[in-house]
C-alpha cells in the first residue's frame, strides 16, 4: 500500500494541472463568422454560453484549454440560422393535426382527413396545408364531401397560407354563420343561397373561435416537436408571429425550466387585451425570449385572392382583395405603438397594401430613424413605393420560398406587368442595406437551406426554371447568409448578442456537411446540419 502512495500523488498533482479556462472548443473547421468583414477562421473557443475568442487554431490552443474539443474535421460552421419569420407555436400544433401540404387532388385531402379523424375519434378535425393551386382545374373546394363523412363532428381544414379555410356544415352550425352572412376583411362564400364551406381571412376567425383552446400539455407538446424538427435544420431562433400574450408566460417557463432550448423573438397579435399586457409590463427580455413587437395584418394571401391590389386581379377582374381591417385602424394601431415604444411588424402582400401601410408608417416614422419598423412579406410592391422602405428606414422581411412556390400561378393573379416588379428582394434590400429573410413556416418548409437556393438560384427544387425566375432580384451568397443571421438578428434588436461568430455573442452556431459559399447552386438544398448548438449546448446531432 506504501508504494502506491507516491503513484496517487502523481496523479492528483496532474488532475489539479488542469486548469480548465474554457467549455468548449472548436477547431480544424472553415468558420463563417459573418463578421462586418465577412471573415474566416479555423476556431473558436466557448466559455458559460459565449463565444470568448476566434482566429487560429494554434494560438487558441496555446491559451485555452476546454473541457470539451470538437474536431470538426475540415467541415462548415455557421452562426445559428434565424428565422424571421415563422408561425412556431402553429406549426408545432399543426405535427398534431392532419398534414395536408403538397396533396394533389381534394380527394387525397378528403382520404387523408378520413383517415386522421378514424385514429383520432375524439373532438375537432384540424387539417392544415392544402393548396388548390396542385390540384387539376385549381378551383377551391367545396364542403359536400365533409358533409357526407362527419355529418355531427366539426371539421375546419386550412389552406397553406392560412388566408382560406373549408369547414364542414357541423363547424358552421357551432359558428352560427349563415348564408349570405358578410363579414368586414373577410368573405363567407356564399353560392345560389347555399353556403359552400369556403371561409376567406377574416371569416375563418368567426369558427376558430369555437374550436377548444388546447389544453397545456398540447401546448408543450407542439412547441417541443416544433423546437425538435428545427434544431435539426439549423435554427437557433425563430420569430413568432401573431400570438396571445397568454403565451409568453408559457415559453418563458419551459425556457426557464429548460426543455424549451429555442431563442424566440415574439410579435403579439394585432389585440386590445395583447396591447394592454405589453403596454404594462414593457418589453419583456431575457437571454432566450424577447417580446417587443406586435403583428398586424394589413390583407390576406395571393393564392386565396385576399391579397389587396391596386388593380383587379387579372384571372378575377370583379375583385381586388381587401384590406383586412380600416386604414383608421392602422393608423390608430400605428401611433399607439410608436407613442409607447414597440416594433411595428405588419403583413402586406398586395400593393395597394403596402402602399396603405407604408404611407401610414411614413407618417408615423418622419423620416429616418432606428424604430425598425417592418413590413412582413412585402410581395408586390409598386415601384413608385418601393423607395418608402429607404425613406423611412423600414425593413422588409420577406420569405424567398414564396417566390419560388408562387412563380407556377402569380402571373395568372398579376398579369405580366406586376409580376415583374413582385419578389423584388435586391431591388428592397438595396433601400437601406440589408434585408431580413424567413420561411414563413408551416406556409413553407422549416428548411433554411431552402430559402438559401431560392434566394440565390430563384429556382425550384427540381431546378425549374432552368435559368431562374425573374434573377434580377436574386440575392448573393453573402447577401442571404447575412439576411439569415446577423441582419436577422438586426430585424429584432439582437444584433449585439447573436447573428455572427464574434467574442461576447451567444455561442449559437450550426456545423455542415457542405459549404454554402462554394457549393454547387444545385447543391444547396442537400444541404444536412451535422450538429447544432444554443449558448455552447449540442441541442442536435446527426445520427
Not at 37 to 53: L, M, T, Y
Not at 410 to 428: H, I, N, S, V
Amino acid at each position: 500500500m506504501k508504494k502506491l502512495w507516491p503513484v496517487m500523488l502523481l496523479l492528483l498533482a496532474a488532475c489539479k494541472q488542469k486548469n480548465y479556462n474554457a467549455d468548449l472548443l472548436i477547431k480544424n473547421a472553415i468558420v463563417y463568422t459573418v463578421d462586418s468583414a465577412f471573415s474566416k477562421a479555423n476556431a473558436f473557443v466557448v466559455n458559460k454560453g459565449k463565444i470568448i475568442a476566434v482566429g487560429d487554431i494554434d494560438s487558441l490552443e496555446d491559451k485555452y484549454l476546454a473541457r470539451e474539443v470538437v474536431d470538426a474535421q475540415g467541415k462548415t460552421v455557421y452562426p445559428g440560422f434565424i428565422d424571421a419569420h415563422t408561425h412556431f407555436y402553429e406549426y408545432g400544433l399543426g405535427l398534431q393535426q392532419v398534414p395536408l401540404k403538397e396533396m394533389t387532388s381534394w380527394s387525397q385531402v378528403v382520404d387523408s382527413v378520413q383517415v386522421f379523424a378514424d385514429r383520432n375519434p375524439d373532438g375537432w378535425v384540424i387539417g392544415n396545408g392544402w393548396d388548390q393551386n396542385l390540384w387539376a382545374g385549381k378551383k377551391f373546394p367545396d364542403k359536400a364531401k365533409l358533409d357526407s363523412l362527419f355529418p355531427v363532428r366539426p371539421v375546419i381544414l386550412n389552406r397553406v397560407d392560412g388566408h382560406a379555410a373549408i369547414v364542414n356544415q357541423a363547424a358552421l352550425n357551432v359558428a352560427g354563420i349563415k348564408p349570405g352572412q358578410k363579414i368586414a376583411g373577410g368573405e363567407i362564400e356564399t353560392i345560389d343561397g347555399k353556403l359552400t364551406g369556403l371561409l376567406i381571412d377574416n371569416a375563418i376567425g368567426i369558427v376558430i373561435s369555437k374550436i377548444p383552446d388546447p389544453t397545456e400539455q398540447l401546448t408543450q407538446s407542439a412547441l417541443i416537436s416544433a423546437q425538435q424538427n428545427c434544431f435539426a435544420v439549423g435554427l437557433t431562433t425563430v420569430d413568432d408571429c401573431g400570438l396571445p400574450f397568454t403565451m409568453v408566460n408559457t415559453i418563458a417557463a419551459m425556457q426557464k425550466q429548460g426543455s424549451l432550448k429555442m431563442r424566440m423573438y415574439l410579435m403579439l397579435a394585432d389585440k386590445q387585451e395583447n396591447y394592454n399586457y405589453l403596454f404594462k409590463r414593457g418589453i419583456f427580455k431575457t437571454p432566450r425570449l424577447n417580446v417587443r413587437a406586435f403583428k398586424v395584418y394589413g390583407d390576406g394571401a395571393l393564392g386565396s385572392r385576399g391579397a389587396c391590389l391596386l388593380k383587379p386581379y387579372t384571372d378575377q377582374p370583379a375583385s381586388s382583395g381587401f384590406l383586412l381591417s380600416t386604414k383608421q385602424h392602422f393608423e390608430e394601431v400605428a401611433k399607439m405603438i410608436a407613442d409607447k415604444g414597440f416594433q411595428m411588424c405588419t403583413h402586406a402582400i398586395g400593393d395597394s397594401a403596402n402602399r396603405a401601410i407604408l404611407n401610414i408608417y411614413a407618417t408615423v416614422l418622419k423620416g429616418k430613424n432606428d424604430k425598425r419598423w417592418r413590413i412582413e412579406h412585402a410581395q408586390i410592391v409598386s415601384p413608385d413605393d418601393v423607395k418608402m422602405f429607404g425613406d423611412n428606414n423600414i425593413i422588409p422581411s420577406v420569405q424567398p420560398t414564396h417566390a419560388t412556390s408562387d412563380m407556377y400561378w402569380a402571373g395568372q393573379r398579376l398579369g405580366a406587368g406586376r409580376l415583374k416588379t413582385a419578389y423584388a428582394f435586391k431591388d428592397l434590400l438595396k433601400q437601406n442595406g440589408w434585408i431580413a429573410l424567413g420561411t414563413d413556416f408551416p406556409v413553407e418548409n422549416i428548411n433554411p437551406f431552402y430559402t438559401f437556393y431560392a434566394a440565390v438560384a430563384r429556382k425550384d427544387l427540381k431546378g425549374f426554371p432552368e435559368k431562374g425566375f425573374q434573377m434580377a432580384n436574386a440575392l448573393s451568397r453573402e447577401q442571404t447568409l447575412r439576411g439569415m443571421t446577423i441582419w436577422a438578428a438586426k430585424a429584432n434588436f439582437e444584433e449585439k448578442e447573436k447573428g455572427s461568430i464574434e467574442v461576447g455573442k451567444y455561442a449559437d452556431f450550426v456545423i455542415l456537411d457542405n459549404d454554402l459559399m462554394k457549393a454547387k447552386t444545385a447543391d444547396l438544398p442537400k444541404t444536412n446540419v451535422l450538429k447544432t448548438y444554443i449558448n455552447g449546448e449540442k441541442v442536435y446531432e446527426k445520427k
